[in-house]
């Protein structure tokens, strides 16, 4: 399974839904002027693959993941990363009959939660998933 598509919504800077899309299975580069972003990125794929340490993500707590602190009348944030799971010989069993895994963090009210395929589950259920791979 290889990422094909990261959807910020909320999330430090980008303060309106960002899909990044047509994402290469054996090399990637993200590259802009200061400022713009980049690290933000690799930040919101820490965040969904359930990064413990605030401090790794450059923030001091959950609040500070969503634009402008929740000030700009943005009140959550959301991240997906949406993966290729078309080649069945590395899938994992629980998701054979899946061309794509969906895996979404989201932060509202200093509260997170992970959803993976549409449904709700702990981040124990999401690391467990990710070290099965």
Do not use: W
Not at 32 to 54: E, H, M, P, R, T
Request: with cysteine; net charge positive; aromatic share 6%.
């Amino acid at each position: 399974m290889h990422i094909i598509e990261i959807i910020l919504d909320g999330f430090k800077s980008y303060s309106q839904r960002t899909v990044i899309s047509m994402m290469d299975p054996q090399f990637n580069c993200i590259t802009g002027l200061n400022g713009s972003g980049k690290s933000n990125v690799i930040d919101a794929i820490c965040f969904v693959l359930g990064i413990q340490s605030l401090s790794h993500v450059r923030v001091t707590n959950l609040q500070e993941l969503i634009y402008k602190q929740g000030n700009a009348g943005i009140t959550k944030a959301t991240v997906t990363l949406v993966f290729d799971n078309s080649n069945k010989a590395t899938s994992l069993a629980m998701f054979k009959d899946q061309d794509k895994v969906v895996v979404q963090r989201q932060i509202s009210e200093g509260k997170s939660k992970y959803i993976l395929n549409g449904k709700t589950e702990t981040q124990d259920k999401i690391k467990s998933v990710f070290m099965s791979l």
